[in-house]
């Protein structure tokens, strides 16, 4: 038995789950709705407010999609309860979030022209200092790829540590060359 997929996910209060026809899950609570269509094969069931998915048998497809379509579904109900949020920092001298108008995010990053960004549905971006972005969303899977695509404009380099990257992140230095005395 898979060790994620075999754990039930808990439907807080406020939030409603409908299985349809397919496994089409479909989840609403207070930050909005999502739907997925998740692997047919498997065995999803709502019993006592929470969400247990089965595997009809031990081949290695059933065993693999056992865990990801119980973690789908849990990133689904956290999503709608509480929201994503990813956090970017700019770090290089003059490199900033230009401006933030409507759902374009406009990055200078050192290039001889701004780098404009337009959010996907679902997913804003806001800008508290001049060097910091935050990407917030109900969709996990849209928020990662939102906040990676800001981050590959200007990836963080080892030898200045000069880039866009993730605010937990840490960037393995390298030094720098030595000359010949």
């Known amino acids: 038995m898979s060790r994620i997929g075999k754990l039930p996910v808990v439907v807080p209060a406020g939030v409603t789950v409908t299985i349809a026809e397919?496994?089409?899950?479909t989840?609403?609570?207070p930050k909005g709705e999502l739907s997925r269509k998740l692997a047919p094969d498997m065995n999803i069931a709502l019993e006592d407010g929470?969400?247990?998915v089965t595997r009809p048998n031990d081949l290695k497809r059933s065993k693999s999609l056992h865990g990801l379509t119980r973690s789908l579904i849990n990133n689904m109900v956290e999503g709608v309860t509480n929201g994503?949020?990813?956090k970017l920092e700019i770090v290089?001298?003059?490199w900033r979030v230009h401006s933030k108008e409507g759902n374009k995010l406009t990055l200078s990053l050192g290039y001889?022209?701004?780098?404009?960004?337009i959010d996907p549905d679902g997913v804003t971006s806001t800008s508290e200092a001049p060097t910091k972005i935050t990407v917030t969303g109900i969709d996990k899977e849209k928020v990662g790829q939102y906040a990676a695509e800001?981050?590959?404009k200007r990836p963080p380099e080892p030898y200045n540590g000069k880039g866009v990257k993730y605010a937990n992140e840490q960037i393995i230095r390298k030094a720098g060359k030595t000359g010949k005395k």
């Open 150 to 152: 800001i981050r590959s």
């Open 84 to 86: 994503y949020t990813k």
């Open 50 to 52: 929470k969400i247990i």
């Open 22 to 25: 397919g496994n089409e899950v």
């Open 27 to 29: 989840v609403k609570g």
């Open 112 to 117: 001889s022209h701004p780098v404009v960004m």
């Open 92 to 94: 290089g001298t003059g």
